[in-house]
Nanobody
Framework: QLELVESGGGLVQPGDSLRLSCVSSRRAYSVNPMGWFRRTPGEDREFVAV????????DYADSVRGRFTISRDNAKHAVYLQMDSLKPEDTGVYYC?????????????????WGQGTQVTVSS
């Protein structure tokens, strides 16, 4: 089975909210940062958000800053992405991933154990 499993995607209207969850099925992933990426068909995965091991430090892509909030619950081996004020351009498949080290990374090369993704569609 997948090491990371995303859920919570769906079809929503612009301005709506979604909360994505990512749960580890094998490992706590509590020692490294966790990230969220998204992909539009035909496009490369782009960075969305990252959170530190403790959850105290977070960073976001400029396109989602102020609208998305990443969080984690290490006891549940889970990371979340609260998405508010969704826009059509937020549409895509969202993936969570575990960092390969304790350092923050904003590229796919910095992560391993990717989830399969959950579809988010923002449309009128």
């Amino acid at each position: 089975q997948l090491e990371l499993v995303e859920s919570g995607g769906g079809l929503v209207q612009p301005g709506d909210s979604l909360r994505l969850s990512c749960v580890s099925s094998r490992r706590a992933y509590s020692v490294n940062p966790m990230g969220w990426f998204r992909r539009t068909p035909g496009e490369d995965r782009e960075f969305v958000a990252v959170i530190s091991r403790s959850g105290a430090v977070r960073d976001y892509a400029d396109s989602v800053r102020g609208r998305f909030t990443i969080s984690r619950d290490n006891a549940k081996h889970a990371v979340y992405l609260q998405m508010d004020s969704l826009k059509p351009e937020d549409t895509g498949v969202y993936y969570c991933a575990a960092g390969t080290s304790s350092d923050f990374s904003y590229t796919v090369e910095g992560y391993t154990d990717w989830g399969q993704g959950t579809q988010v569609t923002v449309s009128s």
